[in-house]
């Protein structure tokens, strides 16, 4: 039962967030504001709109296409998570959790507001970065590396 608990508050929590922070951002002019400034790396607010996947690859902004995306995107979360409740391993209820949160947050973005809305950016004092993510994507990507990094006897 605990793993169960831990798989939907994480699902819930990166859900709930991820949605919040976009809300608040949008609501306000925060964009191209400087979040963080180490001298040659910086953390900036830079809105963009995503209506492709990683990158921007094969954008389209039709509203079809954002309900194609969303609904690759939740057939994989699902799978995800059903994973994360079968499998034996401590850290798979916490990947699935976060994995699927994320995506799932993403998906709600492309079928509400036709898009997935990016607002984080790094660069670099020799680089521009020209592109943004969310934090969603932040939740995907920790589980991502958890899944590649955990323990072998998991």
Known sequence: MARYATLVSLLIFSIFSALVIRDILSANDLNGQNLLD?????????????????????GDDSS?????????????????????????????TVIAGLFAGGGFANALER??????????NISFIFYENPYSFNLADIYIFVAALLFIFRPSSD
């Open 38 to 58: 180490l001298g040659i790396l910086f953390l900036n607010l830079e809105y963009t709109v995503n209506t492709g996947i990683n990158f921007g690859l094969v």
């Open 64 to 92: 079809s296409r954002q309900t194609k995306l969303a609904t690759i995107a939740v057939v994989i979360c699902i799978a995800i998570a059903v994973w994360g409740i079968r499998s034996a391993g401590r850290w798979a």
């Open 111 to 120: 079928i509400f507001y036709n898009g997935v809305f990016d607002y984080l």
